[in-house]
């Protein structure tokens, strides 16, 4: 039996605009494409999860309007647990403003409402609950304090703990050890280590320098450029196939449920990472973030030819 997964995190309502090209301070660009969709690395993870084959809970906290209401009813059709989703009612539901380029690039602008009321004290009972075996994947769109929080509480029921440290934020050193694994994007490497991370050699550096901090698994996201993967032992890169990328918003995400289903079924880390780097270039020939998110069926349907960097 695979193991329950429990992504703790954010939610968020995204209205997508696809352009051209970016906008500049101060410019406007006419003739965009719109669309709103369900978003949030929290929810992301936990949906990519759930496609992928996943039992997943997401826990949560949402705003008592329409965007709180239907990411509740969205989570349940993905067949996701969403008795730990709180609501706070003085807060809005997190909303997130993305521009998309011709390439498939984005910008991000997140207000996190009721996201930003995940306290620790609303996972209380949550962690009352928790039993082994689980395992917890977590980002860092929710309040640090949380995150710290989680954390601790895992190390206490030695419950594996997976952290996608995005949007790159600053995190404390001495809970480094405590994570089963870490799974930074480049620039997010960068904001841990301290060392520009842009091609294998430096990928590797990084992971020793998050290895001596006392992480067990490093697993350093390189877009198109695949993925570098470090148990202190062992390590290896995984090819990205080769796909045309229309969005990217949300490929980091499904990368992360992705590595999480692929552990509650005990593949072994190089075998999680290539299944990762599978479905989050599949999720980038898609449009939006949770439409754009595969199914364990589509994955394995998709034929794919591979880049070497
Ligand atoms: O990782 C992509 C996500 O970041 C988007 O869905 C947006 O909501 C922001 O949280």
């Known amino acids: 039996m695979p193991f329950p997964i429990y992504v703790i995190g954010s939610s968020n309502t995204d209205m997508v605009i696809k352009t051209e090209r970016l906008p500049v301070p101060g410019e406007t660009i006419m003739g965009g494409s719109f669309m709103m969709n369900a978003g949030g690395k929290g929810t992301n993870q936990a949906v990519a999860a759930a496609r992928l ?12 309007d329409s965007f709180g209401h239907a990411t509740i009813e969205q989570l349940t059709k993905e067949g996701i ?14 909303v997130a403003l993305i521009n998309v380029d011709a390439n498939g690039e984005n910008s991000i602008v997140v207000a996190p409402g009721a996201n930003a009321s995940l306290l620790p004290d609303r996972l209380e009972e949550f962690f009352n609950q928790l039993q082994r075996p689980a395992i917890v994947l977590v ?10 929080y989680i954390i601790q509480q895992c190390a206490v029921k030695s419950i594996p703990v997976i952290l996608n440290p995005a949007p790159a934020r600053p995190i404390r050193d001495d809970l480094l050890p405590y ?32 290895h001596r901090k006392g992480v067990s698994k490093v697993i350093i996201t390189r877009g198109k450029n695949g993925a570098y993967w470090s148990d202190g032992k062992s390590t290896g890169k995984v090819p990205s196939p080769i796909v045309h990328a229309v969005d990217t918003t949300a490929a980091g995400d499904c ?8 552990l509650s079924e005990s593949f072994s880390l190089p075998e999680a990472v290539a299944f990762a780097c599978k479905a989050a270039s599949l999720s980038v020939t898609r449009m939006g973030a949770q439409p754009s998110l595969p199914t364990r069926k589509e994955l394995a349907q998709f034929k794919s030819v591979h880049h070497h960097e």
């Open 53 to 64: 084959g996943g039992h997943v809970t997401f826990v949560g906290c949402v705003g008592d």
């Open 139 to 148: 980002q860092l769109e929710i309040p640090i304090i949380t995150v710290e």
């Open 81 to 94: 647990q969403t008795e730990f989703v709180q609501v706070d009612i003085q807060q809005p539901s997190g």
């Open 255 to 262: 990368f992360n449920g992705a590595v999480a289903v692929a």
């Open 179 to 210: 994570l089963y694994a870490i799974t930074p994007n480049e620039s997010e490497a960068e904001l841990l280590t301290g060392i520009p991370v842009n091609d294998t050699n430096s990928a590797v550096k990084a992971a020793q320098i998050l």
